[in-house]
């Protein structure tokens, strides 16, 4: 229907469509039902990504990873705008215009929480909003009360997945490896035999572990574009003419964009008089 009223309107030629799940559910896999924060199997992880641009190649399937945030990437070079932000998505659009994906893609995924942020987990009877789940007649009690009781058994994880292996790390302050898991893909891509605990793969698992570090090093934090011109002090105040000496003899700041015409605002520390 909206492919068909794009082209009924007239947008068909200039309209980019992208069709994606935010995450699978359990349908009796591993004898499990919908999700779980902590869960990080193919069957929560692995969704459909459908693109239709305008001049995309027509029946293209792409077996290689590709990630959720690499829509971004692909949507701004598609509407021709520069990103004002760092972020680490990858743009697809010349696999969306035929091109094959990249064979040695590695993909990252991440959930659960930590016992030292009890306001995360679910069935939180002290919550309003959460009440419901404290009823034992509700479809969600269990799911709550399973969380309350075990709470490592939603404890912080992440997820690393080359195309031969995948590594779930869990962590947290009450057990530093919490029930992680390794899966040889190739042999076993149903992820049913964890051999995170075999010493034959104990190399695999170290390189693993490494490359998430270095993710986590690599992307934990950014910087915005624009920069702040109020320096080290709030605008239009002046401060106190010898804090500002000693500072500048620091090489903190420059004087000319903090010292006004009457600094009489702060008073220098008196170590530093």
């Known amino acids: 229907m909206l492919l068909q009223a794009l082209e009924e309107t007239g947008y068909a030629d200039s309209t980019a469509v992208f069709v994606f799940a935010d ?55 598609l509407a021709n705008i520069t990103a004002q932000h760092t972020h680490f998505s990858q743009d697809l659009t010349p696999i969306v215009m035929g091109a094959s994906g990249d064979p040695n893609r590695v993909v990252y995924a991440e959930g659960g929480y930590g016992t030292n942020e009890p306001q995360d987990f679910e069935g939180n009877c002290n919550v309003s909003s959460q009440a419901g789940m404290c009823n034992p007649k509700a479809i969600y009690y269990p799911k709550g009360m399973q969380q309350q009781q075990h709470p490592l058994s939603v404890c912080r994880s992440v997820m690393i997945r080359t195309p031969k292996y995948k590594l779930v790390y869990r962590s947290d302050e009450r057990d530093p490896d919490h029930c992680s898991e390794l899966y040889d893909l190739q042999k076993d891509p149903r992820e049913l035999n964890n051999i995170y605990n075999e010493s034959s793969y104990e190399d695999v698992k170290k390189q693993l572990k490494e490359q998430l570090l270095l993710w986590y090093i690599q992307t934990s934090d950014v910087t915005p574009f624009k920069t702040d011109g109020r320096g080290y ?23 000319d964009n903090v010292i006004g015409e009457n600094p009489v605002i702060y008073s220098a520390p008196k170590n530093l008089k």
Do not use: C
């Open 233 to 255: 002090f709030p605008p239009h105040q002046d401060v106190d003419s010898k804090l500002m000496t000693a500072i500048h003899k620091m090489g903190l700041q420059n004087p």
């Open 23 to 77: 995450h699978g559910d359990y349908a009796g896999d591993y004898g499990l039902v919908e999700k779980w924060p902590s869960g990080l199997e193919d069957v929560l992880t692995h969704v459909p990504l459908l693109v239709r641009v305008p001049g995309g190649a027509k029946n293209h399937r792409v077996a290689e990873q590709v990630q959720h945030m690499d829509i971004v990437a692909t949507i701004l070079n």
